[in-house]
């Protein structure tokens, strides 16, 4: 069974760059079954789909974020990356990373609150 | 972006009875492969999400069969056959049909 887990930066300033990776144990990252994903949720709302990634590299982003939004996959390492540049208030939220298997997301990271805040 | 409705955002149950949550989507969710990628998620109180059912009516691994799922093109519905105490938390519908995927408001599930 896959587990993934977050990690990164938990306090974020204002106009810098978020940074999260997100680990894949118990399988290959290289699967040709899944897609990698990143979601976010702000403290007491609902969820929001950032973006996703193949291990080829191929990768789809949410038009509300994509100018700043780059998503990586270090298929050595078994792990994916997300960059969220120019960060504001706004961006405060837990970030999760998740595995999508034929349309749906089968698998959650615990998740990582990242505040942003002088 | 197509978007995700549900009904309603609340819902108190008792042990032991049903409980029944409604998602609408703003266009069909019908792939041109012929899935419906409409699934839904359980998210306990300090949990990250779970997958519960995916393509409408498929039970996820280790899903209680309390669960299931129906529906069709717009309108769907997660059914709770009997509720329990674990049971309690938001409820999401998600959309994977379409980029971007989209994710229902929640539905809170709590416990009379």
């Known amino acids: 069974q896959l587990q993934l887990q977050e990690s990164g930066p938990g306090l974020v300033k204002p106009s810098e760059t978020l940074s999260l990776t997100c680990t894949v144990s118990g399988g290959s990252i290289s699967s040709s079954s899944y897609y990698w994903g990143w979601i976010r949720q702000p403290p007491g709302k609902g969820l929001e789909w950032i973006g996703s990634i193949y291990y080829s590299g191929s990768t789809y982003y949410n038009p509300s974020l994509k100018s700043r939004v780059t998503i990586s996959v270090d298929t050595s390492k078994n792990q994916f990356s997300l960059k969220l540049s120019s960060v504001t208030a706004a961006d405060t939220a837990v970030y999760y990373c998740?595995?999508?298997?034929?349309?749906?997301?089968?698998?959650w990271g615990q998740g990582t609150l990242v505040t942003v805040s002088s | 972006d197509i978007v995700m409705t549900q009904t309603p955002l609340s819902s108190p149950v008792t042990l032991g009875q049903p409980a029944s949550i409604s998602c609408r989507s703003s266009?069909?969710?019908?792939?041109?492969?012929?899935?419906?990628?409409l699934s839904w998620l359980q998210q306990r109180p300090g949990q990250p999400p779970r997958l519960l059912i995916y393509k409408i009516s498929n039970r996820f691994s280790g899903v209680p069969d309390r669960f299931s799922g129906s529906g069709a093109g717009t309108d769907f519905t997660l059914k709770i056959s009997r509720v329990e105490a674990e049971d309690v938390g938001v409820y999401y519908c998600m959309q994977a049909t379409q980029f971007p995927f989209t994710f229902g408001p929640g539905t809170k599930v709590d416990i009379k």
């Open positions: 266009q069909s969710l019908v792939h041109s492969d012929g899935n419906t990628y």
């Open positions: 998740a595995g999508l298997l034929g349309g749906h997301l089968d698998y």
